[in-house]
């Protein structure tokens, strides 16, 4: 069965991806060949919310030396949105997220945001949104790369901080005061 013009086009931008993108959304040609593109749609931002997650918890035990049992817990508590992880990932890398990134999130969550509110959104748009997740996570990517040397779509389980990592309670201690929810 051939593939329409807009599907076309996000397996294109799929194959063009960086490899670590490709992993970490490999099940789009496959979600985009059998169903229709709101599945894909939200299997992008599922993905995109584990790299979100990921990266402040690598950040944390990296940088912040924070126990990774705790940063987890944090992070999975938080389940941070964009406006939160950009938030977020400013309170841990110090650094703020570009506009040329912020924008290309930011314009694919309003279609998203349409689209979960039962609002008219065409097949050729959904196209257009996936393919703009992958050029996200290519360009977050690179930033957060650039910026702390960590791959937010990539494997971040064994990433270690320099050293020891504090205990439990002083990392409680730490994250209460950088603005994190602590249970």
């Known amino acids: 069965m051939a593939l329409s013009a807009a599907k076309q086009a996000v397996v294109d931008a799929y194959n063009e991806a960086t490899a670590r993108t490709k992993e970490h959304f490999r099940h789009v040609p496959s979600l985009i060949e059998q169903y229709k593109p709101e599945v894909a749609v939200g299997y992008v931002f599922d993905c995109a919310s584990a790299a979100h997650n990921a990266t402040i918890v690598a950040g944390l035990v990296t940088k ?3 126990h990774r049992a705790v940063a987890r817990e944090v992070a999975v508590f ?10 977020e990932y400013q309170t841990v890398f110090g650094s703020v997220i570009p506009e040329a990134v912020s924008i290309l999130f930011g314009e694919a969550n309003e279609l ?6 039962g609002k008219r959104v065409s097949s050729k748009d959904q196209c257009g949104l996936i393919i703009q997740m992958l050029q ?5 990517d690179e930033f957060v790369y650039a910026d702390a040397r960590i791959h937010p779509f990539a494997d971040l389980s064994s ?10 309670s002083s990392t409680r201690w730490v994250l209460k005061g950088m603005g994190f929810p602590i249970l």
Do not use: N, T
């Open 64 to 66: 912040h030396k924070a």
């Open 78 to 87: 938080q389940e941070c949105a964009w406006d939160e992880f950009h938030y």
């Open 112 to 117: 998203r945001r349409a689209l979960l509110s």
């Open 136 to 140: 996200y996570a290519d360009a977050l």
């Open 159 to 168: 990433a270690k901080p320099r050293g020891s990592s504090l205990d439990k």
